[in-house]
């Protein structure tokens, strides 16, 4: 509880490690196929182009268009990247690795 009450005194004297105060460098970790793990981001835009087949393309889904921005207020966040979508971060693009199936949003 020390730490919740400043007394970084104790925390030094019962602990090996060092208590640095400083700001987190905005960072961005693709952390599988469809997640991105986001340090201190402010807003993070998804696009996706839409999917429309024709009447006689029945095999295909239809897919919704995305264009959105979307802001997030953690220090800390974990973002799903929609299936065939991109995400832009710190001037950055993720791409999705899932294809639009069946089953997929």
Same mark, same amino acid.
């Given at each position: 509880?020390?730490?919740?009450?400043?007394?970084?005194?104790?925390?030094?004297?019962?602990?090996?490690?060092? $208590?640095?105060?400083?700001?987190?460098? &905005?960072?961005?970790?693709?952390?599988s =196929?469809?997640?991105?793990?986001?340090?201190? !981001?402010?807003? !993070?835009?998804?696009? =996706?182009?839409? =999917?429309? &087949?024709?009447?006689?393309?029945t095999?295909?889904?239809?897919?919704?268009?995305?264009?959105?921005?979307?802001? /997030?207020?953690?220090?800390?966040? /974990?973002? /799903?990247? &929609?299936?065939?979508?991109? $995400?832009?971060?710190?001037?950055? !693009?993720?791409?999705?690795?899932?294809?639009?199936?069946?089953?997929?949003?």
């Open positions: 509880m020390s730490l919740f009450g400043y007394d970084l005194d104790v925390i030094k004297k019962h602990c090996v490690y060092h $208590v640095i105060f400083g700001l987190f460098e &905005p960072t961005v970790f693709q952390i =196929r469809d997640k991105l793990f986001m340090v201190n !981001i402010s807003s !993070i835009t998804v696009y =996706r182009k839409g =999917r429309f &087949p024709s009447e006689s393309e095999s295909l889904k239809s897919i919704s268009n995305i264009t959105l921005e979307i802001s /997030i207020n953690a220090t800390q966040n /974990i973002y /799903i990247i &929609p299936c065939e979508a991109k $995400v832009k971060v710190l001037n950055n !693009i993720y791409l999705s690795q899932d294809y639009c199936d069946d089953f997929s949003p």
